[in-house]
């Protein structure tokens, strides 16, 4: 894994950015610490940071291949999958490879196929290829969206990097927020429309996409892959089989790698099924200071992992390490977090990811992860409470009116806000393909699908790449498979539903994999701090913004809302998904003041 940026010109010298180039290639140090580079002429400034993790000594970028005085120029985030399949097929068309780095066989493909070449990965990824005979820049990002690739047009040029920071380096790219820009903080947030990059005038290439800046100035952004509606003809034993198969196959090519590998192991099913697949010596995972003491069952949260965990360490014989994080560290965290994500993000749920991270990275550069499970295989509780199930709107987020509340009246008099949050989701409900055959309740169940992929997963994406990435920790999603996506997408859903249970499906198939305690164990989330103190110190961090005459959070927040945030703390309406309560929802405003600051946001 690494971190990319670069600049594309076709009117002016590429050239004369120099330093910034130097502040962009620093601002991705963390993602790439191992070492840099960079490729710079008239038309096309490229740039590097490494993690290394496959063939460490070769794969170096930007990877050039010339034929003349033509060349094309590499430079890409992520890692192959099918990348001896790749190097196997492409040797048999003509092709000689040098190493055994899976950069290689990428720019391999894209001399073979151009364009075409995003049809043939398996893979998380986005890269950038410079074609000076074609004198374009082809772009592309992985079909899941596990990437980041963001950009910006300024000036007639084309700006790009992994992260936004990188693109406010650059002194043509301003840290700017409109009224938009305000409404996704406040109705969206923590997540973000499909492309939209918040900051005005950055945007994001979406999952599924490649991208052509040509010498025209004119930038051509099209989708290369998107779910299709299928007939589903097999049995339910055969899904169990091909579900079975895909499983292990995702989680056996996400086990290659030169550097040591673990997994995140919460003692549920997905992670537990990654850390048994996998065949991983050394697991992680995440615990607070005094949670056992504080613990509180809810609905979402049923009970602890440390009994599971025990149960799966013990099962596979490995060797595990828990991580306690204290809840001033967790307080303090909040502040690195937002510099990791470049927007405010899920408070302590990325914080704790964040020191979680840190600790993991001291013992291992590669780890495997559970994430996506749920949103594939129907592991939500909104997936069966019909109320929500049936009602409009995004299912982890029914609070837009609540929300509405904490935006300035000038902002809603130029934004409906139920109208902007209503909008988002149609845009997907009606883009999701159907075979027009489907009854009601599976036409309800693709859609829901397609806004949790489209939009839940994605926060989940973004906080998985950002927060680990920020202490050099690659961390893969073996559940995030296009080929299982596809097949899931349409898998009736009383399949998935197997038992009436959530994930049944995946349980099912894992039936000898794991203990029976483990397998059928009711899903329990992320593990969230219950400690009070937390509570009280974001109170009273909050409170001292509140005394601040010049917060810039207020500028754009009504003060009175923030206010009665520390005396409703026991308002039972949730900001975001199934964690972020009141004590999250208050960090969240904190962080949002503290990324005011730090990036010298100007409300235009």
Known sequence: MCGIAGLIDFTDDARQYKEAYKKMLQSLSRRGPDENGSYLTPKACLLHARLSVVDPENGKQPMREQAGEEEAVLIYNGELYNAEDLRKELRSLGHRFKERSDTEV????????????????NGIFAFAVWDSKKQILFAARDRMGVKPFFYALAGGKFIFASEIKSLLCHPLVNAEINAESIAELLLIGPGRTPGYGVFCGIDELKPGHCAVFSQDGRLSVRPYWRLRARDHKESFDETLENVRFLVKDAIHRQTVSDVPLCAFLSGGLDSSAISALSGVSHTFSVEYAENEKYFKKSLFQPDSDNAYIEKMTSFLGIEHTNVTLETDELVDALFEAVEARDLPGMADVDSSLLLFCREVKKYA????????????????????????????????????????????????????????????YLGTVESSEMLGTEPDKERRMKQMFR?????????????????????????????????????????????????????????????????????????????????????????????????????PVLSIVKREELEKLLVNTNNETPWYGQLMTVPQTIAYFIQMNAWMERYHVNVI
């Not at 990428?106 to 990965?121: F, I, K, N, R």
């Not at 902002?411 to 988002?424: E, F, G, H």
């Not at 989330?525 to 005459?549: E, F, Q, W």
Request: overall charge negative; hydrophobic content about 35%; some cysteine.
């Open 106 to 121: 990428l720019l391999h493909t894209y001399l073979e196929w151009g364009e075409a070449c995003v049809e043939h990965l």
């Open 365 to 424: 550069t590669v780890a495997l992860s559970g994430e996506c499970a749920d949103e594939l295989f129907g592991g939500y509780p909104w997936y069966r409470d019909d109320k929500i199930l049936n009602r409009e709107g995004f299912p982890w987020s029914q609070s837009t009116a609540y929300r509405a509340t904490f935006g300035k009246d000038e902002l809603w008099n130029a934004i409906d806000p139920m109208a902007y949050v209503q909008n988002k």
């Open 451 to 551: 806004l949790n992929t489209d939009w839940f997963m994605q926060t989940l994406l973004d906080r998985k790449d950002r927060m680990s990435m920020f202490s050099g920790l690659e961390v893969r999603v073996p559940f995030c498979d296009h080929r299982l996506t596809e097949y899931l997408y349409n898998t009736p859903w009383e399949m998935k539903n197997y038992q009436g249970r959530e994930k049944g499906l995946l349980r099912k198939a894992l039936e000898g994999v794991l203990p029976e305690e483990v397998l059928w164990r009711k899903k329990s989330p992320y593990p969230k701090t219950h400690h009070p103190d937390y509570l009280k110190k974001v109170s009273g961090l909050l409170s001292d913004i509140l005394a601040s005459p010049n917060a």
